[in-house]
């Protein structure tokens, strides 16, 4: 099973909203990734978690708020988005620690914020 | 950093000709160079990838070559079909470095 798996597939939230995006895997892998992705852009890293530890935030806003209850699942917590948060957001996974082996994408949540 | 140049940002090609997207990279420490296929709708899926000891590698209608005096490599496509249709991103990283990827090339193939 190479698979990672992503919910919801759409979201429309409003500004004052709190909503949360869900990633699982169960490959074995123990680093997981967001990356949020604008329309033809490539993906942009947000946060990385190696053996369920954060370890690295690329100065994301604190209105996204990651989570890795364990090492299949790994979360975002959204709240008080901005319309320009709207984008595709892809969840990842590799082997072992972080960017040693090759990611697996999931197919994302297509996020809207009106 | 690290900076991936992808050219060209959209090619139209016919079913059955060959489809070259070429990389060039910065950063000379960089050591792995993954290749990815974004179809609508769905997450980037790594179709080939290549390491900085190794000059090609082939994988059926698909191969990459790779040129670390002059900092560049190159996805090829042989065969097109229209399934090939997609956005591909080549990416560049260090060893255990974050990947940085190209802006992508829309690949058309004409049926």
């Known amino acids: 099973d190479t698979e990672v798996t992503q919910t919801p597939k759409h979201l429309v939230m409003g500004m004052t909203n709190k909503k949360s995006l869900k990633c699982e895997q169960h490959m074995g892998h123990r680093a997981m990734y967001w990356y949020k992705q604008k329309a033809k852009k490539p993906p942009e890293l947000m946060f990385v978690?190696?053996?369920?530890?954060?370890?690295i935030n690329e100065s994301v806003p604190s209105r996204f708020s990651p989570e890795c209850p364990n090492s299949s699942l790994l979360n975002l917590h959204l709240h008080a988005l901005q319309p320009e948060d709207s984008a595709l957001y892809l969840c990842?996974?590799?082997?072992?620690?972080?960017?040693?082996?090759?990611?697996?994408f999931g197919p994302g949540t297509r996020l809207t914020v009106t | 950093g690290e900076n991936v140049e992808q050219h060209p940002s959209t090619l139209s090609v016919q079913e059955g000709d060959s489809a070259v997207i070429k990389c060039t990279y910065s950063?000379?420490?960089?050591?792995?160079f993954p290749w990815y296929k974004q179809e609508l709708g769905k997450g980037p899926q790594l179709i080939i990838d290549i390491r900085s000891n190794v000059g090609e590698k082939k994988d059926q209608r698909i191969a990459v070559t790779l040129n670390k005096t002059a900092k560049h490599f190159s996805l090829h496509i042989t065969e097109t079909q229209p399934e090939d249709s997609a956005v591909y991103f080549c990416a560049a990283k260090v060893n255990a470095g974050k990947s940085t990827f190209g802006d992508g090339t829309t690949l058309t193939v004409k049926p």
């Open positions: 950063d000379s420490a960089s050591n792995y």
């Open positions: 990842a996974s590799s082997q072992d620690r972080a960017f040693t082996y090759e990611q697996y």
């Open positions: 978690y190696s053996y369920e530890k954060l370890s």
